[in-house]
């Protein structure tokens, strides 16, 4: 039954490799849980044969190999991981024969409305950003990329363009350089600044909200001009791979 859709869009159709696997998942998990338990309870009286008892019982019952219920389930496991990765997108472009002209979910873009593609994108990017996100301000410092340092061999964990040293006449003052704008614009401090309980001035959440909303629209359009000017458009693990800083991986 775990195979199946059982709810919303395409219910009772199969589910995908990846959907299907998580299902798998659970259940592996939750028998280790069991057995570490079990294991607990039958060697309560000498704690270091748990792990003995541990391997024994796995090496028979739970492992790949085995011909036992969480043996097969296991080689599922491998098999869907597998299968996962090499799944068709459930959708995908269509080109004509002459290669001029693509389809993508009902929507059809020819080679020739790319540069109007992406020079619309630009100028609504463009307006997000100065009008909406940095509320028209004409005092901040530019940045173009030409100007700017980056070094990927920085090893710091949040390490990025953002911590050169380089970088730092760029961004002093920065962080709180949009404040600074509100704090200095009449119509700015009635939209985002009100009172609290205790009488202290705080950022008015419904206009945070708005500003979130704003930022979100921003990122749809730049999707896009990272994804068509650069050359062939990038496959999507290479797309949402994409770091701008270090976290738990170097970049």
Known sequence: MLSRKVRGKGRGLWEEPGNFNSHLSALTWTAQLVLFDYACFQEQDDEDQIPVFLAKIC???FQQLAETPFGHILQWRLYLFKVGKAAIAKHQARWSLDGQTVEYRGVELQMSQISD?????YQRVHALLYDEL????????PMESWRL???LDLEDFGGSWLSHPSNAEFLEGAELALFRRIQGNAELRAMFLTKAKDGSMILCPKAMDIYESNAQEFLKPLLVLCHIPGGPPLRASELL???????ARQR
Do not use: G, I
């Open 59 to 61: 090496k028979k019952f």
């Open 117 to 121: 593609l992406v020079a619309s994108e």
């Open 134 to 141: 940095l509320f028209q301000a004409k005092d901040l410092t």
């Open 149 to 151: 340092k980056d070094d």
């Open 241 to 247: 791979s994409a770091m701008w800083c270090n976290n």
